[in-house]
């Protein structure tokens, strides 16, 4: 069975600081992995997906097979990263369902 | 365009009393999701529907039916409400193809007594 794991329910950093939010899946296939951000009182929005091996908003996350893992970083946090962080992983195959992770409350203090 | 709309935002029912939650999007997507948030869990996939007329279970099915009659339009419904179902549903649609991500609702705050 697919299963995402955030081990850290929440995160409280400084402001200009760097931050790692930590995701680890369990999956025997290749998996699409994807990052979603929910800002206070706003939707579950994407943030990122390893496919497409971009930065958004300064973050990063990349895919590590071996440690079956897909960390989401960024070098200097802000005050307006201050959000919930869903892991998400979707098996291949065409499978639907999209696994998230319990999530990760990340807050940046000034 | 205004993406993913889920009516209502809030609702309170009495336990055994029953409700549809109505998600409409209009990007033409096919694929449409509901799935319930609640604390400490994450979010989990009740049901979901990969075009008009079809429907498939997702990980949470018990207790909800679900129905898209039309391709916009994503129906959840409690045919007998139990506190159990308090929940933050959210709905979500995708275009094709596979790779394409989700595109979420506002959210539904159900509670029942």
């Known amino acids: 069975a697919q299963r995402v794991t955030q081990p850290e329910k929440l995160l409280s950093v400084f402001k200009g600081a760097p931050v790692e939010l930590k995701c680890n899946y369990s999956y025997s296939g290749s998996p699409e992995l994807f990052w979603y951000v929910q800002y206070s009182r706003q939707r579950l929005q994407l943030l990122l997906r390893h496919i497409s091996r971009e930065s958004i908003k300064g973050f990063t996350a990349d895919l590590n097979k071996g440690e079956t893992s897909f960390h989401l970083k960024k070098p200097f946090a802000q005050e307006e990263d201050s959000a919930m962080y869903y892991c998400a992983l979707k098996p291949q195959g065409g499978s639907e369902k999209l696994v998230f992770g319990k999530g990760t409350k990340l807050t940046v203090n000034p | 365009n205004a993406g993913v709309t889920q009516t209502p935002k809030f609702r309170v029912l009495k336990t055994g009393q029953s409700m549809t939650l109505l998600c409409a999007q209009d990007m033409n997507h096919e694929y449409m999701y509901w799935y319930r948030q609640d604390p400490g869990m994450g979010l989990r996939l009740i049901h979901y529907?990969?075009?008009?007329?079809?429907?498939a279970k997702g990980e949470v099915p018990d207790g909800y039916n679900v129905s898209r009659l039309k391709k916009q339009n994503f129906l959840l419904g409690l045919e007998s409400a139990a506190p159990s179902q308090t929940s933050v549903y959210f709905c979500?649609?995708?275009?094709?193809?596979?790779?394409?991500?989700?595109?979420f609702g506002d959210g539904t705050r159900l509670s029942i007594l």
């Open positions: 529907s990969v075009g008009e007329g079809t429907t």
């Open positions: 979500a649609s995708r275009g094709a193809p596979g790779n394409q991500p989700q595109h």
